[in-house]
């Protein structure tokens, strides 16, 4: 019987702990402490969606970044604030500032760069207070918000292009109006495209009759394998009754299906116009085009002035000067300018450290002053392009992959897009932080993943678009290609097909390695019956430094560090020949870069219990497993319940279901495995989570408490408590405390933004995320969330374990790096200590002690939240002066007393000295100093002296107890100190 009670009570015991944890699980307040730090880079920030300025003041400025939020600058962009950090999500389409009331600023979200990588919004948002505040105004399902023109003079009044989804047919798309600030909505429909497929890409107004608006209609679509850019019912559309009716343009421009569409008008003379189209590549000579077109009537006729179709879909911009109309630029990866009026254009001569332009802003008042959007950043010009400032204080990265090394303090690296490898400390040492500086580009191209040998920090993989990798090492900067090559796998034979006749797929940017550090190699390609996608996975063994894989649609395995390598696998994707090579994507121009490679594995990992185990997910939707290190491969994807299922590619007798976005094989369960689906590219936004215990017989759902509209990249789970798991997602980090039965954000100061990695490092126990538009952000210490996953929450009030502090050195360098330039975030000093309290206990304070030897002590008070609590102690203790120390203090003001005849003065000791009574009974170490302060002062009034301040004492390297009291309860554990490891160097 007395066991069958204690067992009861510990049950109990186990369950109020779980209840309590639940209980903290419902309400985010109560993991608020567990801050994010961003440590940047902001060396090659990302790209720029839109610019808006004021048209009397180009220091006034708006920016919109693609998928990283909205900033703002008052004064030119020496400083921004980012104004949206906590509205819908990361990815913007538009930007407007009211130009009569700046204090009003218009966003909408959901880039329309048309991408295989684009993002996607949730709609409109409004700001009536300069950006200190945004409502949602609508088209929560219109996902891509192209442009938004606005009412001179009343700010009622707005007109929304809304292009729609990207990836499919559903939700809004079209021309919006409001006469009434956003509260209601029209939709414009009188001889505009009405068919469900077209939506609206550009709205421009008349600068001087506001009833006349011009606006371009654009159908596109993507699917994972091709791109459709163009259809019938585009076009140019007008407008001269304030969009109750409209006019179709059509003389002098492109017969037939039109494509991405981008207008300008000249302020200075309205009736001039310049656009830029995309028509049919294939047009007979001698038909006007894709290119750029110009009217002098308002848009009713147009002429033809020059052919371009540079990626029209993702570049296709255009501008002309607003006060000087012969100057048009031609906003492109290939950038042109004419000064004459479109009778000639010549390439841009202005160095500005950057490439693939897409927006631009040029100062009505000033031509020479411009801001210029670029996949790099955004740059500033005050002397017409002369000369080029890029803004490199925006940490903007958009990171597709990262990995850390095993270094102490350990840096971080990864692959961006359009902006090569990057890798940068976690911690400077710096006092002024993590600057630009110390962050380092270690390879060129579109970078994706970025992996580091474990026993050596100087042997490091890179792999850029479209499957090419390079090992390379760090210290010295030499490197070895290593991409798999009929040469290189030992077991080649095996695996081509002679009979196979695959043609080869025809770039039009064409990738390889000599991206990398722009240089040719002679190394041969493999032929194209092995496929590479756009971001091709290289991953490490978790137990075998020396063995990596690299995916295709074969598995690559090898066992020296890419010197040689094996197939290991057969093709495990659907293989379907009719899609299977993009050569055509496009439609009217057509665009192949590999963004479009299909039937490709774009996620493997090795189980971290058993190196023969390895998991490997398709882009197509196929799940693989082998227990034998490859012999045989069991595809388990068949069994995940309640997904989407595509059909059936030729000898295949089931489809694959969505794009398999991450495998992560449990360190806990050797038949354990989480897999995340990504649907989105069938305009399926909802997350997908499942996890095995059976090597994928049998799957369960995960998605209890994800958001139902943000797609999942990854998966991870924490290398020591298995209930701990983390997901990102197109807006934020999740966690869970039990393995994935429910799910709450982890986001607090990090801004919205899609999370494409996470890595949990292996040594400190730091969630590490590489957002795809905010760069790399930090969560130091994960013990406090593995304690609560491990036990619950420990009952109303506990002491949380934390890791190991370090006293790091600070190491100043001088000034090298202006304010102008971002700063990332260093952990914080000094040693953390973290504590529980009980989600409906609220106010009071934490008392805090940390004890030394016998005379070392430091005691402080906290305000206490619900929840997780996170202190810092600062590593030092309080200098405690022996009683006699204050019995001399107490012996010197009766001495001035004696030798004093002022009054006040007398007065002014007196206080003084019933002071130091209280504190020789009581002892404060603030109010000590304090006192010992103003005595030194009264003393050397007289021409003597106290000898030197008493001084706080750094702790040495141990283990220090630390008691943490509460509403009467005290709970107690302690920490652990090191001095900084370069001490030992």
Not at 721 to 734: D, S
């Amino acid at each position: 019987m007395k066991m069958l009670a204690r067992s009861r009570l510990l049950l109990f015991s186990f369950l109020l702990g779980i209840s309590y944890l639940l209980s903290a699980q419902s309400d985010p307040a109560h993991f608020q402490s567990l801050e994010w730090r961003n440590i940047g880079p902001a060396n090659m920030m990302g790209r720029i969606a839109d610019i808006d300025a004021l048209n009397t003041d180009y220091r006034h400025v708006i920016c919109a970044s693609a998928s990283g939020g909205v900033f703002q600058s008052k004064n030119g962009g020496i400083t921004w604030d980012a104004i949206f950090d906590d509205y819908g999500a990361g990815s913007i389409g538009s930007v407007a500032l009211h130009q009569a009331q700046p204090e009003i600023i218009w966003v909408g979200t959901g880039e329309s760069a048309n991408r295989n990588s684009s993002g996607w919004g949730d709609g409109l948002y409004k700001s009536t207070d300069g950006g200190q505040s945004f409502v949602h105004i609508g088209f929560e399902d219109s996902h891509h918000i192209a442009d938004i023109a606005l009412h001179p003079t009343d700010p009622n009044i707005a007109y929304v292009a809304v292009v729609g989804h990207l990836w499919g047919y559903s939700g809004k798309r079209g021309l919006y109006k409001t006469i009434d600030g956003g509260e209601n909505w029209e939709k414009l429909t009188n001889k505009l495209p009405q068919d469900g497929k077209t939506g609206c890409t550009e709205i421009v107004m008349h600068p001087e009759d506001p009833s006349t608006l011009i606006a371009g209609f654009y159908h596109r679509l993507r699917q994972p394998f091709y791109y459709t850019s163009g259809g019938e019912q585009g076009g140019l559309f007008k407008s001269t009754d304030s969009g109750k009716t409209w006019k179709k343009l059509t003389e002098g421009l492109p017969t037939g299906a039109m494509g991405m569409i981008d207008i300008s008008i000249c302020r200075k003379y309205p009736n001039i116009l310049v656009a830029a189209i995309e028509a049919d590549e294939n047009l007979p000579k001698g038909v006007p085009g894709s290119g750029v077109y110009r009217s002098d009537d308002g848009g009713n006729h147009w002429r033809f002035l020059y052919k371009h179709a540079v990626r029209p879909f993702y570049h296709g911009q255009i501008e002309i000067d607003p006060s000087r109309p012969d100057t048009i630029y031609v906003v492109s990866r290939d950038f042109q300018i004419s000064y004459d009026g479109g009778e000639t254009f010549k390439p841009r001569r202005w160095r500005t450290d950057g490439g693939d332009d897409h927006a631009m802003w040029i100062a009505p008042y000033d031509s020479d002053i411009m801001y210029l959007g670029t996949d790099q950043g955004l740059r500033i010009s005050i002397d017409g392009g002369a000369t080029i400032l890029s803004y490199n204080n925006m940490a903007i990265g958009q990171y597709y992959a990262i990995g850390a090394d095993m270094q102490d303090p350990y840096w971080v690296g990864g692959g961006l897009q359009d902006n090569g490898l990057w890798v940068g400390p976690s911690n400077s040492r710096e006092p002024r932080g993590i600057l630009n500086e110390h962050n380092t580009w270690v390879g060129e191209g579109d970078g994706f993943h970025f992996q580091v040998d474990p026993t050596d920090w100087r042997t490091t993989y890179l792999v850029n678009h479209v499957g090419f990798a390079v090992r390379i090492n760090r210290e010295t900067r030499a490197y070895e290609y290593i991409t798999p090559s009929p040469q290189t796998i030992s077991n080649y034979r095996d695996h081509f097909d002679p009979k196979r006749t695959d043609p080869l797929i025809e770039y039009t940017i064409d990738p390889g390695e000599h991206w990398f550090f722009y240089e040719e190699t002679d190394r041969q390609k493999l032929p194209p019956q092995f496929r590479f996608n756009w971001s091709s996975p290289l991953v490490l063994s978790p137990t075998l430094p020396q063995r990596i894989y690299f995916a295709g649609n074969h598995l690559f395995r090898s066992d020296d560090r890419g010197k040689s390598w094996r197939i290991i696998s057969p093709d495990l994707t659907g293989n379907d020949p009719a899609w299977r090579n993009p050569s055509a994507s496009g439609y009217l121009t057509r665009s192949v870069t590999g963004g479009e490679n299909h039937f490709t594995i774009v996620t493997t990992a090795e189980s971290p219990m058993n190196t023969d185990v390895v998991w490997a997910g398709t882009d197509d939707g196929y799940l693989h497993v082998t227990r034998d290190g490859g012999h045989q491969w069991e595809e388990v994807g068949i069994n995940l319940p309640e997904v989407p299922r595509r059909e059936a590619a030729p000898g295949k007798s089931y489809g694959g279901s969505a794009w398999v976005s991450r495998v992560e094989p449990s360190r806990h369960q050797p038949g354990r495995c989480y897999v995340t689906l990504d649907n989105h590219r069938y305009d399926d936004m909802q997350p997908y989570v499942f996890v095995t215990e059976d090597y994928g017989k049998t799957w369960k759902a995960l998605q209890e408490g994800l958001p139902k509209e943000w797609s999942c990249y990854v998966v991870r789970e924490d290398p020591q408590v298995e209930n701990l798991l983390f997901v990102g997602t197109e807006t934020a980090v999740h966690f869970s405390l039990d393995r994935g039965e429910h799910w709450q954000t982890l986001r607090n100061n990090m801004p919205w933004v899609a999370i494409h990695d996470l890595i949990i490092h292996p040594r400190e126990g730091d969630l590490i995320a590489g957002t795809h538009g905010r760069s790399i952000w930090i969560l130091d210490d994960l013990s406090a969330l593995r304690a609560l996953a491990q036990t619950g929450s420990k009952g109303e009030f506990s002491f949380l374990p934390s890791r190991r502090a370090t006293r790091w050195q600070s190491i100043n360098t001088g000034r090298k790096q202006p304010y102008f330039e971002f700063r990332g975030e260093n952990p914080a000093p000094g040693g953390l200590i973290q504590c529980w309290v009980a989600p409906e206990k609220e106010g009071d304070s934490l008392t805090i002690t940390v004890k030394g030897n016998l005379t070392e002590s430091q005691r402080w008070k906290v305000a206490a939240r619900p929840g997780l609590n996170r202190i810092y102690w600062d590593l030092d203790f309080p200098p405690v002066p022996a009683m006699k120390d204050i019995s001399v203090m107490l012996e010197t003001i009766d001495q001035l007393r004696g030798t004093i005849e002022d009054k006040t003065k007398q007065s002014e000791l007196a206080e003084l000295y019933n002071e130091f009574v209280k504190v020789r009974q009581n002892y404060d170490e603030h109010r000590y100093l304090e006192l010992w302060d103003i005595m030194s002062a009264t003393y050397g009034r007289y021409g003597y002296s106290l000898g030197k301040r008493p001084r706080r004492t750094s702790a040495e390297a141990g283990h220090y107890a630390v008691e943490i009291e509460y509403q009467g309860q005290v709970v107690s554990g302690q920490i652990e100190l090191r001095d900084d490891p370069i001490l030992d160097k």
